[in-house]
């Protein structure tokens, strides 16, 4: 079954002229780094996101952020929205941190460490990307939720292909081993500990 979440995702990260706009909006990086970078906060906020849907109460605050400012409108112009410039990009930023805090919660430091050892990006970049890319992940998990008419299973399912899809890529599975380190299924346990420790330094090198 195709992942309308995946595939949107994928057709705007493969796409040069997304990427150069990414690069510009935080203040000027390499395309390779830039790409490298999204697609490693796309699977980390999706896997954020799987793990938030997980309790009934969190289940009902991610349809909530999907139903209100997340349906899937972003997509209607894209490269507009995250290259805007001024207020538009002051106020997509802004969203995106708060997507960020209620996905991450305390931990999104950790989860830009890792993103920037595996990219080779200074972490005020990867955090400034974070922010941009936040609203993008869950706008293209709503626009797909409303094209399919999804219930949160639905959603869950969604996520978890994403998940799955990517860890085709090597470096998409070190960055599940690493925020699930203890194999319990759940990352938020294991992003406090290590970052920035001996085990960093060993999957990624010293920056």
Known sequence: ??????????????DDNFIDKLSEQIGGADRDQTRSAANGIVHALSGAAVQTASTPEGAR?????????????????????????GNQQGALEQSGMGIVESL??????????MVSKMAGMDSGKTGSLLAILAPVVLGALGKAK????????????????????????PAMQMISGFLDKNHDGNIADDLIGDLGSSLLGGLFGKK
């Open 1 to 14: 079954m195709a992942n309308q979440m995946l595939d949107l995702l994928q057709q705007h990260l493969g």
């Open 146 to 169: 409303n094209t399919g008419g999804l219930d949160i299973s639905g959603v869950l399912n969604m996520l978890q292909g994403q998940q799955q899809q990517s860890q085709t890529n």
């Open 61 to 85: 605050g991610l349809l909530g952020m999907l139903d209100t400012d997340h349906n899937g409108s972003i997509f209607d112009n894209i490269i507009g929205a995250v290259s805007g410039g």
């Open 104 to 113: 991450l919660g305390g931990n999104q430091n950790g989860v830009i460490s």
